[in-house]
């Protein structure tokens, strides 16, 4: 079984600031997917960014970034220029590649992020 | 292009009592999931159907249930109904065999209370 761990339960910077929020896995599998959603108060939960683990370039979305260290199962999300609309919880999830999506993403608990005007 | 839709919106139900929530799939996708999120947790995996057909299932009890339908919709049901229950339902929709298969994107969920 898959394990996600986010270790911040709240974050809160000034609008503009670069912020990093942690996420950390734990599996035996070595092809997986690992992902960024976004979840405003109006709990739509939205797609921020992917990652390949077979890629060891790390991928980029506008302002989101990630830093996945493979070996240290580590998957950080930086967003830069945050903005007032980035205010959400962000949560962290895993699918591993085989069976086709079939057992779902595990999520990790989310860390709410706040940005202050 | 419409975005996964969910119905209802917000549902209350009282102990004991069935349940069912709606889900349709972004046009042309042909896999749906199923989430239970309970109040500050993040979402658990409850079923994946594809082509009609369950291909994966989380550890729920067996009052879950669900079906997909020839036009790809889905139904989540849940009977006999516990406070435990209470939580936002999740679909999502994805797309096997397509580029990025396996990003599921998500609809804005059921609230159900139950009393």
């Known amino acids: 079984a898959q394990t996600v761990t986010q270790s911040q339960p709240e974050m809160s910077v000034q609008e503009a600031e670069t912020v990093t929020l942690s996420c950390t896995y734990d599996?035996?599998?070595?092809?997986?997917?690992l992902f960024w959603y976004k979840q405003p108060p109006s709990r739509q939960m939205i797609l921020v960014i992917r990652q390949e683990a077979y890629k060891q370039q790390n991928a980029t979305e506008n302002r989101f970034s990630v830093n996945f260290q493979k070996a240290a199962k580590s998957f950080s999300l930086k967003i830069s220029d945050s903005q007032l609309g980035d205010t959400a919880m962000y949560f962290c999830a895993f699918m591993k590649t085989t069976g086709g999506g079939a057992d779902g993403l595990t999520f990790g608990k989310g860390t709410h992020l706040i940005i202050q005007p | 292009d419409a975005g996964v839709t969910q119905s209802p919106t917000h549902l209350i139900k009282t102990r004991g009592q069935q349940v069912t929530l709606r889900c349709s799939p972004i046009?042309?996708?042909?896999?749906v999931s199923w989430y239970q999120q309970v109040l500050g947790q993040g979402p658990q995996f409850i079923f994946q159907?594809?082509?009609?057909?369950?291909?994966g299932r989380g550890n729920f009890p067996d009052r879950f249930s669900a079906r997909q339908f020839p036009n790809y919709s889905s139904e989540l049901n849940v009977n006999a109904l516990l406070l435990g229950d209470s939580a936002l339902y999740l679909c999502?929709?994805?797309?096997?065999?397509?580029?990025?298969?396996?990003?599921?994107?998500f609809g804005p969920g059921t609230r159900l209370t139950v009393l």
């Open positions: 159907y594809y082509e009609k057909e369950e291909r």
């Open positions: 999502a929709s994805s797309s096997p065999g397509a580029v990025q298969e396996d990003t599921q994107y």
């Open positions: 046009s042309g996708h042909k896999s």
């Open positions: 599996t035996s599998e070595s092809n997986y997917y």
